[in-house]
């Protein structure tokens, strides 16, 4: 069984660029999340999709992140314009919304770099 | 709000000693418990939960940790380290099973010496 897939594992940007994310959750999964990971520091979550639904985006800087899940499957997160503060992690991860393992499986994760 | 504190950025143990990692939670509610495993460029990984059934949880990989209330704590052990254990481990609490809103600590980076 394939794991979450996030796309691209490293981008390096200049401030003030537009940069997006890609996840695609295990087949299945109908809950998808983005977090954030600062260095030295656990994630924080950003966005919780149940289907196409935004159930959780309460920290979500909606000033400058979007995000989006069309069919209910693939995501995408988009920062515009990146700040130097973006630079980070952003992990993608999916589980069974009915299901009570409490078990996330993670991507490997997008490091972002902002000049 | 739930919230957790992990007692050491770093622990540093020699190979086949006892492993122990602190997690000290908040909640308002009863809580689920949760640790996760991270190796270095790679996704987070679920070792252990606890969810109000026994207070003892085993885990993958010989890890375990004990629910204590009554010390808010839900330290994580191994009886003997192994070199792959060197990792990042995150205590992480949810108020749901579901584990949709988990919150995470800020982690403990785990070295094993030879």
Known sequence: ??????????????????VAFWCNPISGHNTLYWYLQNLGQGPELLIRYENEEAVDD????KDRFSA???????STLKIQ????GDSA???CASSYSQGVTGELFFGEGSRLTVL | AQSVTQLGSHVSVSEGALVLLRCNYSSSVPP???WYVQYPNQGLQL??????????VKGINGFEAEFKKSETSFHLTKPSAHMSDAAEYF???SKETSGSRLTFGEGTQLTVNP
Request: overall charge positive.
């Open chain 2, 91 to 93: 205590c992480a609490v």
């Open chain 2, 32 to 34: 689920y418990l949760f």
């Open chain 1, 81 to 84: 314009p990146a700040e130097l």
């Open chain 1, 58 to 61: 309460s920290q979500l800087p």
């Open chain 1, 68 to 74: 989006e899940r069309l069919k209910g499957v693939d």
């Open chain 2, 47 to 56: 070792l252990l939960k606890y969810t109000s059934a026994a207070t003892l």
């Open chain 1, 89 to 91: 992690v952003y992990l």
């Open chain 1, 1 to 18: 069984e394939a794991g979450v897939v996030q796309s691209p594992r490293y981008k390096i940007i200049e401030k003030k660029q537009p």
